[in-house]
């Protein structure tokens, strides 16, 4: 018996041939994606392709309902198509689930273009954002949408008709000036950060140390203390001698010596410092002292400074009363336990670091050891300090920037997703070759942004996506797919045959028939300019050999910023056509760029949202995609759930090649 | 630390080849020993509901731990709605229902699988809505609910809570009728019941309580910080301040509450004790505060300006709160009575005295400010806090030694819960859902004052509440729903629809009704009350947060109707 008969007289046969037709791309497989494939599957969408890069962990398990306890560390794509191909067995559904992050060379705008609708059910901006962009490319209608708590949102997003996701201005990531980090913490939160962004990418992450010369440099161009900042270089330099010895069996207890004693003892000899206006001098810890409970802790400036709450979530922890009773982790340590704890993480995470060279830890608020590092670190710091400390609950959520994250907000979400995804369908050209494509677009309710709110009277918001700014260099600039065989073709053949050439044939906005104009164009590749009118020296150079791949692209901007730039999005090529190139039979039109220059070009710094909610699924990491539906593991939890880890020797290997560049995407304390 | 890590070079205790074992072990851990886990880890439960304690603590998760749920009728919504309670943890479910599963079933419920055909539904969804938490027990009980009603109506009131999943608008009514009278009587259970209606697009839900408590409504607006009548000490610590002495960097890092605090103070001095209260006053008002300013853009004082309106915010106990307090109920409390009600007495009487205001709340707002000057004045919030805390103690005390009871009747946690938090509680009476659906009293009101407006979805939502109700009227009397014999012309069943209809509105057979609710009949009766698979998934997402709201005491729950048009993905709340 047909499946979906009831759905099918409901939607009309017309909107019914739509769904079981168009291709639908979801984009995490998270806590809405979860929900999201289950409705996809059960109103009958027939050709689904899913991706996540992330594995499951036990967090995941109170509302990412496709996954049960056994799959934990497995890959959420995988197991999600696979769950809600058991429960559908028979439908003719073709789920086509990927292990990967989307974006991977391979997902590019001739990959992106292969679908009807994109839907987003992701949790970071980096990722939203790459999409939002490929979707402009490739014109493609995507749904965007976005859980924190019992708030929600659903936004269509559709070139030309409605703004895109970057039209919108977000809001920027919190940050701290960089002496509050290094030198003078004052609230727990500045203990964490230190922790998190600061010591533990010196003791185990990538030892980059041209970028941190960079930036105490620039925070002594913007006029912080000078002599601070000959102190904090020679201290960064301090730290590769310690990190040398870091797996030797006193080595955790040599980088505790350095870091709470030594560090501490050097920054109070700069008497000026602690001169201003509500700075409290730290007190040097000292190991053996702590460790026979013969150390006197420091005593805490006035009284427990309350952390304002990190994301507006926090207070209803009830604290205060909480940390008395039961749960585990909302116990305060001692400086003894924290000590021992720290001594314990450094050891675990730098096994770690030895056993895996060539994988750069980071922190990962879901990855038990560095959890660990960053409480005790943070907690000893701030005995220092003089600083309250904090339990463990609290610093994940204060360090992992958590959102909290429930089934029935994501329920209520993927839901109205779908919802909205009829509404764009119906409006969609009719996939039924026979009947003429202007005739069947029904009409149909309006596309809408529909918002989930507290409200006790209304708890559905809606409104009419606004228009797209004209000023949005995302959605306003020209894209053009470039099928090209990168290693045949070289920057000369781009410039001189597709940019000067094939470009030149475009339809100028405001220019007359007659007009001579010629324009001058600079050519880049993200930040890197690879030519000018002036400048030809990588002429002759193939762009495989300038590192061009796939799915990036080659901008050609305008000398005199007149017009748009025009992005050439660089796609799989033939490699045995003759001619290295190929693309769209007709140029398209330039538009002219707004008088005012656009000043919101977009960043390529990730930010964090505040006002519209990040959702609640996966977390991009730059992970290389493998193929093999084993799990990946570059994370450990916690010892107490029953994780399994699922690897092969085969994969042992994978794992050694990989390299891993970014973990998590929470990470959005900026430091200035 | 009770278990020290067992020593050995790293290398060994950490191995590199991970071999897949039996799901409940870590490997990796195993092979580190015996060793226990460290106190300052939390166990798997709590980290598997990490992201839902940060939202209702633990508090909240306690609540719902022993929560016992029933679901009266097993279809997609009333199963999607199961999902969203057994994911995050309540004690144990129960799935009422006497048919056997069928290929329909099966295409629009997720929690059935095609070889479920022919068996017991219940059955079948327990157990696969058991899959999603090992910790959460469920059972089907494969029976009539017209039978039970009568035959074991103490079955019902052994749950927490129940859910109504499109049952038969009789024995829904039964049902409603049993748990609000046996609330009535004294000690007797208040279960709260939701009942679910849908129809294609259209759904409905519907919440009959007797009485429910809210110790955390989460209110937008905070409490007032006494800005109008600060304690002395804060008054003191404000005019203590000179301003012009100070250089720029502490001028630019007084806390907003000070500089209002300050400028209120010396508003009264020089007013004869008034506060602004004409708009041209607190326009005088706020340009003080900006004649203040050192320079243009001094945060803390854009600061001050955006909340100056909080001076004219009168500290009092909130309006809601004060009609709690007029409560026969809280009046006249007894051994009985619930804590709730004894705390809200214990307040009526606290805030008789002078100078009769709630106690202090020790929590401030983010501001801009330097460091010490904000944990200053969060000491001296804190310490009024303590002391209005201790006075309000031995008020309860009182309390509770007149009414026979123990001190400590009340665990301090909520006490202190209570005393923080006084704006954030609520009761809430409800009406008996036949009261609501017969149309006596506010709905009648409602009818009366009915427009149609197609910008406000509110209008629309009404009509198709309106269209629900006649068609559940239609079904008492033919015992199938409109529409849904599908070889018959719909219009007639519409026509007939529309006759009842006109009754609830009360309109003379010859008059017409308007068109709206001609569509909304129409869209009622076309979703032939079969469920979609996106309405069940949307419907089971809000009847789950509502039954979360109920069962942790926390947020206001929707009381009592909600009309969700998922055409036009709009909704709307009524209380009938
Ligand atoms: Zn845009």
Redesign the interface.
Known sequence: ?P?????KS?LGPELYQKVRKTKILVVGAGGIGC?LL??LV??GFANIEIIDLDTID??N???Q?LF???DISKPKALVAAATAR??N??SGIDIHARHGNVKDSVNDLEWIKGFGLVMNALDNMDARRHVNKLCQAANVPLIESGTA??LGQVTPIIKDKTECFDCVVKPAPKSFPVCTIRSTP??PIHCIVWGKTYLFGKLFGEDDEDMDTEELDKAKAGGENAEEIENLKKEAAAFREVRKNL?G?DGPQRVFHKVFNEDINRLLAMEDMWKK??RVKPVPLEYEGIMNESFATPPL???A??Q??VNG??????N???KK???????E?SL??NL??FI?SC??L???A??YPDIPLSFDKDD?DTL?FV?ATANLRATAYGIANKT??EV??MAGN???????????????I???S?NILRQLPSLSSSSSSEASTSAG?AI?S?FLR?D?????G?SIPAKADPECSVCRDVYIPLKVDLARCTLGTFVNDIVKTWLAEAEFEGREEDDEEVVEWTIFEGGRLLADPDFDDNFERTLEDLDVKRGKMLTARDEDGKYRPVHFSICEGDSQASIPYSLPSTPPLIPLLPAKPATREPSEEITILDSMPPA?STSVSEVTPISSNTAV?TK????????????T?EE?QTKKKRKVVVVDEDDDFEIL | MPSSPPSGSDQERRPTKITKMDDSIDVTHATTGTAEIPSYRPDAKTRRYDRQLRLWASAGQRSLESARVLLVGCDATGCQALKNLVLPGISHFTILSPHLTTSQDVATNFFLHPDSVGSPIAEQSVKYLKELNPAVDGSPRVEELSSLLVSEPEFFTSFTLILASNIEPAFELQLADLLWDTSASVGGPDIPLIAIRNSGFIGRVEIQLREHSVVDTHPDTTHTLRLDEPFPSLEEHARSLDLSTMDSMEHSHIPWVVLLVRAASLWKESRGGKLPGTSEEKARFKKSIKEDMMKGDEENYEEALAQAYRVWSKSEVPWEIKQLLEDESVKNISSSSKNLQILLHTLSLFTSIAPHLPPTSPSLPDMHSSTTSYVHLQNLYKKEYQTDLARFKQLLSEVLGNIDLEDGTIPDEEVEGFVKNVGGVGIIKGTPLRASKEGKGLITEQIKEYQYDEYDGSTTCFAMHLALLASEQFFIAHKRWPGAKAQQDMSEDNREVEEILKGILGKKNLEEVDDIFVECIAEVTRGGFGTLPTTAAFLGGVVAQEAIKLVTNQYTPLDNTVIVNLVKSESAKFKF
């Open positions: 018996m499946r979906s008969s009831y759905t409901l929900e289950k409705n059960l109103v036990l967090s398990l109170n509302r309902f049960r306890k056994p058991h429960f067995p028979t708590g019992y004052s609230e797996g069996e206006e509500g400036r006035q009284a400074a309350q304002p709450n979530q926090a207070q209803t922890n009830g205060g009363t909480e009773k039961g749960l585990k982790d909302q116990r340590l003894k336990e021992e704890l314990d050891k675990r730098s096994a770690r030895i056993a038990a660990d409480l463990r609950f994940k959520e958590i959102i909290p994250a429930i089934a029935t907000t994501n329920a209520i979400i993927a839901g109205l779908v919802m909205q009829l309710p809408r529909v507290t006790p009277i209304k708890p559905l809606h609640t593991g450990r939890s916690a010892p107490d759930d029953g994780d399994v880890k699922d690897a020797a042992e």
